[in-house]
């Protein structure tokens, strides 16, 4: 039955398939074998796929003996006219020698040729073993007299796995890069990422040519949302120039997924912009890609050992079900490259993300081990769209929709949506270490210090690009005291400026302010630290922010304990009048509203209004195309010239950016 449905495949295509998909009977290995047959999954398993090296569907003696040509010497290829005929056929799409030679050239680079792990590329062993391996020999008479002296892998079964297993790309990353969800990485996979960029009818055509029967991924619809999870976690941005593109990405993705490396892979398809430039920079993206982004990888990377996969997710459901729970499942989902290895480091990690709500996954103001915790489980196992969702949403979920959640994991930042505002300095919608970088270089010296540094820490994204409005930018942070993260009174580039950059290169617990606490600092605690860095917009009665303790009461529109784009909705809502107003009530509150009317909501603004509050520019009247857009750019942190460009009416008294902070920053309720 596999040869009928695969007649290419040599016999020990069909043995592989067989053993490799056999159901583990949990019984002693000489009485099972390999195990129970499964004939279901034995045809759609992907059988040697990487050492196809004619291209041709099928692996045979025919790549063994290409490939010991190769190692003996390309004069085997040349020398013999006839060679190239014998071991190619009609369905051959690598059939000149120059192709094949450069596929066998990526399997070296890849270390695949290596297959005793001598640490060398012998034809007289690792040579001989693999042609002998796909003649069908194994054991014994494959390794006999074979085997380099200073081999590290000896055993006939080890080799024989080490062959079998493979892959153009890794493990992790081939869970990413399977489209179609075969079971293996190769250019079709390419050509149907290519088929997305150009949309629409390509990508139909792309789906009928470019699966088959062991694809579990068969239609349009569901290839097209798959490769769009993709590209909403940028993913699909190869070069790295900031955006995905069929004749730079597209193209990277499907030589590299043919076998094509060094600088044949990146030839005219590289981006002007592009910040991955090189071939190494480009595979290494390629085959060490993650489910979820760069930024978001420092987030869900609970144990720390730079990659996220389905142990992350149970470490994280474990936390959700108690510390007990967690302290099970330790061991079995932790390996020697990890960096987090104990209890309690796991244990505290995880609860840093729950302070900050990214363990709320749906949106329903609470973590569940039932609900988050499966979808995150699922999500790093490589389950998406509906499935991801199955049971296992909230009814009081605000995020329902399989693209909502796939977002929300895929982008997580280690500080909340609201401090993150605060936090993304070059304002490109992410936080990390180049943030740091540029407020460190503000502490240390000034508009001079942070001169030389802007250049190298922003990028295409970043929409604050000059030197003027990041140090404007960050000097409202400095005003509102947010830069002194240890709460000394003070900040420091070489106290506060090193916390906040190792925080955003994800650094927490002892190491975050190891050496780095002032004497005088009324926060002393890796928790206290990390908690007024992650909540910046949320703690507002305990921390000075962008508003004070009684600025607070003004501006918190809908009395949630925060300000931000939401209030500033309502404020220019009833600028428009009481009708707009009530228009705008269910859209911009929440269930920590504690004014959720349209009357408490209008009273309150009504009340700033008599008090002159609204009218921030001091022109005696309040306006939504001036007070009102000023209001809402301050709580989006836009400062300098950006607050105020365009809005300043012609007889305001207060007219300059300083005035306009100062004014919003210490208004208060009259008495």
Same mark, same amino acid.
């Given at each position: 039955?596999?040869?009928?449905?695969? $007649?290419?495949?040599?016999?020990?295509?069909?043995?592989?398939?067989? !053993?490799?998909?056999?159901?583990?009977?949990?019984?002693?290995?000489?009485?099972?074998?390999? *195990?129970?047959?499964?004939?279901?999954?034995?045809?759609?398993?992907?059988?040697? @796929?990487?050492?196809?090296?004619?291209?041709?569907?099928?692996?045979?003696?025919?790549? *063994?003996?290409?490939?010991?040509?190769?190692?003996?010497?390309?004069?085997?290829?040349?020398?013999?006219?006839?060679?190239?005929?014998?071991?190619?056929?009609?369905?051959?799409?690598?059939?000149?020698?120059?192709?094949?030679?450069?596929? +066998?050239?990526?399997?070296?680079? !890849?270390?695949?040729?290596?297959?005793?792990?001598?640490?060398?590329?012998?034809?007289?062993?690792?040579?001989?073993?693999? /042609?002998?391996?796909?003649?069908?020999?194994?054991?014994?008479?494959?390794?006999?007299? /074979?085997? =380099?002296?200073?081999?590290?892998?000896?055993?006939?079964?080890?080799?024989?796995?080490?062959? =079998?297993?493979?892959?153009?790309?890794?493990?992790?990353?081939?869970?990413?890069?399977?489209?179609?969800?075969?079971?293996?990485?190769?250019? &079709?996979?390419?050509?149907?990422?290519?088929?997305?960029?150009?949309?629409?009818?390509?990508?139909?055509?792309?789906?009928?040519?470019?699966?088959?029967?062991?694809?579990?991924?068969?239609?349009?619809?569901?290839?097209?949302?798959?490769?769009?999870?993709?590209?909403?976690?940028?993913?699909?941005? %190869?070069?790295?120039?900031?955006?995905?593109?069929?004749?730079?990405?597209?193209?990277?993705?499907?030589?590299?997924?043919?076998?094509?490396? *060094?600088?044949?892979?990146?030839?005219?398809?590289?981006?002007?912009?592009?910040?991955?430039?090189?071939?190494?920079?480009?595979?290494?993206?390629?085959?060490?890609?993650?489910?979820?982004?760069?930024? /978001?990888?420092?987030?869900?990377?609970?144990?720390?050992?730079?990659?996220?996969?389905?142990?992350?997710?149970?470490?994280?459901?474990?936390?959700?079900?108690?510390?007990?729970?967690?302290?099970?499942?330790?061991?079995?989902?932790?390996?020697?490259?990890?960096?987090?290895?104990?209890?309690?480091?796991?244990?505290?990690?995880?609860?840093?993300?729950?302070?900050?709500?990214?363990?709320?996954?749906?949106?329903?103001?609470?973590?569940?081990?039932?609900?988050?915790?499966?979808?995150?489980?699922?999500?790093?196992?490589?389950?998406?769209?509906?499935?991801?969702?199955?049971?296992?949403?909230?009814?009081?979920?605000?995020?329902?929709?399989?693209?909502?959640?796939?977002?929300?994991?895929?982008?997580?930042?280690?500080?909340?949506?609201?401090?993150?505002?605060?936090?993304?300095?070059?304002?490109?919608?992410?936080?990390?270490?180049?943030? *740091?970088?540029?407020?460190?270089?503000?502490?240390?010296?000034?508009? $001079?210090?942070?001169?030389?540094?802007?250049?190298?820490?922003?990028? $295409?994204?970043?929409?604050?690009?000059?030197?003027?409005?990041?140090?404007?930018? %960050?000097?409202?942070?400095?005003?509102?005291?947010?830069?002194?993260?240890? @709460?000394?009174?003070?900040?420091?580039?070489?106290?506060?400026?090193?916390?906040?950059? &190792?925080?955003?290169?994800?650094?927490?617990?002892?190491?975050?302010?190891?050496?780095? +606490?002032?004497?005088?600092?009324?926060?002393?605690?890796?928790?206290?630290?990390?908690?007024?860095?992650?909540?910046?917009? #949320?703690?507002?009665?305990?921390?000075?922010?962008?508003?004070?303790?009684?600025?607070?009461?003004?501006?918190?529109?809908?009395?949630?304990?925060?300000?931000?784009?939401?209030?500033?909705?309502?404020?220019?809502?009833?600028?428009?009048?009481?009708?707009?107003?009530? @228009?705008?009530?269910?859209?911009?509150?929440?269930?920590?509203?504690?004014?959720?009317?349209?009357?408490?909501?209008?009273?309150?603004?009504?009340?700033?209004?008599?008090?002159?509050?609204?009218?921030?520019?001091?022109?005696? !009247?309040?306006?939504?195309?001036?007070?009102?857009?000023? #209001?809402?750019?301050?709580?989006?942190?836009?400062?300098?010239?950006?607050?105020?460009?365009?809005?300043?009416? $012609?007889?305001?008294?207060?007219?300059?950016?300083?005035?306009?902070?100062?004014?919003?920053?210490?208004?208060?309720?009259?008495?």
């Amino acid at each position: 039955m596999i040869k009928e449905k695969n $007649p290419k495949w040599s016999p020990i295509q069909v043995k592989l398939a067989i !053993k490799q998909t056999a159901l583990d009977l949990k019984v002693d290995k000489i009485e099972q074998g390999s *195990g129970l047959v499964q004939a279901d999954k034995a045809i759609k398993y992907d059988s040697l @796929g990487t050492w196809d090296v004619d291209q041709n569907n099928a692996v045979d003696k025919r790549d *063994g003996d290409m490939i010991l040509a190769y190692m003996i010497g390309m004069s085997a290829f040349y020398n013999d006219s006839t060679f190239l005929n014998k071991n190619i056929d009609a369905d051959s799409k690598r059939k000149t020698y120059g192709d094949i030679e450069k596929y +066998i050239d990526n399997l070296k680079n !890849k270390g695949f040729l290596d297959v005793d792990n001598s640490g060398n590329i012998g034809a007289l062993s690792d040579g001989i073993m693999i /042609a002998r391996y796909f003649r069908s020999m194994t054991g014994k008479t494959m390794t006999d007299g /074979a085997i =380099a002296l200073n081999a590290k892998r000896t055993d006939p079964l080890q080799i024989e796995q080490f062959i =079998a297993n493979a892959q153009i790309v890794n493990s992790e990353a081939q869970k990413v890069w399977d489209i179609d969800l075969n079971s293996k990485v190769d250019q &079709r996979d390419g050509t149907l990422i290519v088929g997305y960029m150009f949309g629409g009818s390509v990508l139909a055509y792309r789906v009928t040519t470019d699966t088959d029967i062991r694809s579990q991924r068969k239609t349009t619809s569901e290839i097209g949302d798959y490769i769009k999870s993709l590209d909403n976690a940028k993913l699909l941005d %190869i070069d790295g120039d900031g955006k995905n593109s069929v004749f730079s990405d597209g193209i990277l993705l499907t030589r590299y997924f043919y076998g094509t490396s *060094g600088n044949d892979l990146i030839y005219n398809a590289i981006s002007p912009t592009a910040t991955r430039k090189t071939p190494e920079q480009i595979e290494q993206f390629i085959n060490n890609i993650q489910p979820v982004n760069s930024e /978001a990888l420092k987030v869900w990377d609970a144990d720390l050992n730079s990659k996220v996969d389905q142990r992350d997710g149970t470490l994280i459901a474990a936390y959700m079900f108690g510390e007990s729970t967690l302290s099970g499942q330790v061991s079995q989902n932790i390996g020697p490259d990890s960096q987090r290895k104990t209890v309690d480091d796991i244990f505290n990690y995880i609860n840093i993300l729950d302070k900050v709500k990214l363990l709320d996954v749906d949106g329903d103001g609470k973590n569940s081990a039932t609900s988050d915790g499966v979808m995150l489980a699922r999500y790093f196992t490589g389950i998406i769209r509906n499935s991801l969702i199955q049971d296992a949403i909230s009814p009081t979920a605000t995020r329902k929709t399989p693209e909502q959640i796939e977002l929300f994991i895929a982008n997580a930042q280690l500080v909340n949506s609201e401090a993150l505002k605060v936090w993304d300095v070059d304002l490109n919608s992410k936080v990390n270490q180049l943030d *740091g970088a540029l407020i460190r270089a503000y502490m240390s010296g000034g508009k $001079p210090t942070l001169s030389g540094q802007i250049s190298q820490n922003i990028g $295409p994204d970043s929409q604050r690009k000059t030197v003027d409005d990041i140090f404007n930018y %960050i000097n409202t942070l400095d005003k509102v005291k947010l830069l002194d993260v240890d @709460g000394d009174g003070k900040n420091s580039a070489t106290g506060d400026g090193v916390i906040l950059t &190792r925080y955003f290169k994800g650094i927490i617990g002892n190491g975050l302010i190891q050496d780095r +606490i002032s004497p005088t600092a009324t926060r002393m605690t890796s928790e206290q630290v990390e908690q007024f860095i992650a909540n910046a917009q #949320i703690l507002f009665y305990n921390n000075p922010q962008l508003v004070n303790s009684e600025s607070l009461k003004v501006w918190d529109i809908d009395l949630n304990g925060k300000v931000n784009q939401l209030d500033c909705t309502l404020i220019i809502a009833y600028m428009s009048g009481k009708s707009t107003l009530s @228009g705008q009530i269910s859209q911009n509150t929440g269930p920590d509203s504690q004014r959720k009317t349209v009357d408490d909501i209008f009273n309150h603004i009504n009340i700033l209004d008599n008090a002159k509050l609204l009218d921030v520019d001091g022109d005696g !009247k309040n306006s939504v195309t001036g007070d009102g857009f000023i #209001i809402l750019r301050y709580f989006n942190g836009v400062t300098g010239n950006g607050l105020i460009q365009d809005v300043i009416s $012609p007889t305001a008294t207060r007219t300059t950016p300083e005035q306009i902070i100062d004014f919003i920053y210490k208004a208060q309720i009259p008495i």
